[in-house]
């Protein structure tokens, strides 16, 4: 096992500029050369001129697209986390055993796009309809393996505290949008881009290993250069690479009585570990 200090805590930022389009014909106005004035376009920008101009923009402004910070917790903070994970355990409990799972209708839009199973409670759709839902094989399919027990995980509890009924169709019932969300989409192909290079500290198969996952050329620019300046602002720090994408599981404990639960476990994947090299 390992004995970690602190957690690094990097953050990138979607790109906001997005590849220009054409002046429509209504709206352009012309030049006593013929030309168009500076802040109209004849023709929609290519995608190689989108990304020289997604790149000059990183380049100019790194430190609005990368922070990076390390976050140290007290021996409170995790006893807190430790009572939130218990208490959100006993509240799945409890709603297994009653078969009640509360709605919250004030989650059912959240970053500008509705909740997956927002057609199913509006009565829209149901999850038998394949061509919008499919049944996941386990609870928690970015997890290998099986289980002596049921999973507390952090994704988990965020649904449930989101929306208990969210939960139930996602975790318990195992239903799954076959269309994933734009932003979804791309915080996945970042995932993947960060995942390789924390195994390898290697562009060129970063990539490679992004071509190989998405046929979306837009998403594809932008993680390209993104992992771009990521490798450039941070490929020269000092971290020996002791694990990346580790699975683990804990036992779930009871903060006040110490006894260790017998219906669930505490699991998840860690991102990477690492150590600063002497």
């Known amino acids: 096992g390992f004995d970690p200090k602190a957690v690094l805590f990097d953050v990138i930022r979607k790109p906001r500029i997005k590849p220009l389009k054409a002046t429509p014909v209504e709206s352009r106005k012309y030049k006593k050369d013929g030309g168009l004035y500076a802040n109209q376009r004849e023709n929609d920008e290519?995608?190689?001129e989108y990304r020289a101009r997604l790149r000059a923009d990183i380049e100019e402004n790194v430190d609005s697209y990368y922070k990076r910070g390390v976050v140290v917790r007290s021996i409170e903070e995790q006893k807190e986390a430790e009572a939130d994970a218990w208490d959100v355990a006993e509240q799945i409990s409890r709603a297994r055993l009653t078969g009640r799972w509360s709605r919250n209708v004030d989650a059912c839009e959240r970053y500008g796009r509705f909740c997956d199973h927002f057609a199913v409670c509006t009565g829209e759709t149901s999850h038998d309809n394949a061509t919008r839902y499919r049944r996941a094989s386990s609870a928690?399919?970015?997890?290998?393996g099986k289980h002596r027990l049921p999973l507390v995980t952090t994704s988990g509890m965020k649904c449930f505290r989101r929306c208990q009924r969210e939960y139930l169709f996602s975790y318990e019932q195992g239903y799954r949008s076959i269309e994933r969300a734009d932003a979804l989409a791309f915080?996945?192909?970042m995932h993947v881009g960060l995942e390789v290079w924390w195994k390898?500290?290697?562009i060129e198969a970063v990539y490679r290993e992004l071509r190989a996952k998405t046929d979306n050329e837009l998403h594809l620019v932008?993680?390209?250069e993104l992992m771009r300046g990521y490798h450039a602002r941070w490929c020269e720090e000092p971290f020996d690479v002791l694990s990346v994408e580790l699975e683990f599981e804990a036992p779930l404990v009871n903060p006040e009585t110490g006894a260790?639960?017998?219906?669930?476990?505490?699991?998840?994947?860690i991102d990477a570990i690492a150590r600063v090299a002497a």
Do not use: C, N, P
Not at 260 to 269: A, Y
């Open 222 to 224: 932008q993680a390209e």
């Open 260 to 269: 260790v639960s017998d219906t669930w476990l505490l699991g998840g994947k």
């Open 200 to 202: 390898s500290v290697d």
């Open 46 to 48: 290519t995608i190689e």
């Open 187 to 189: 915080g996945t192909l």
């Open 140 to 144: 928690h399919e970015e997890l290998s």
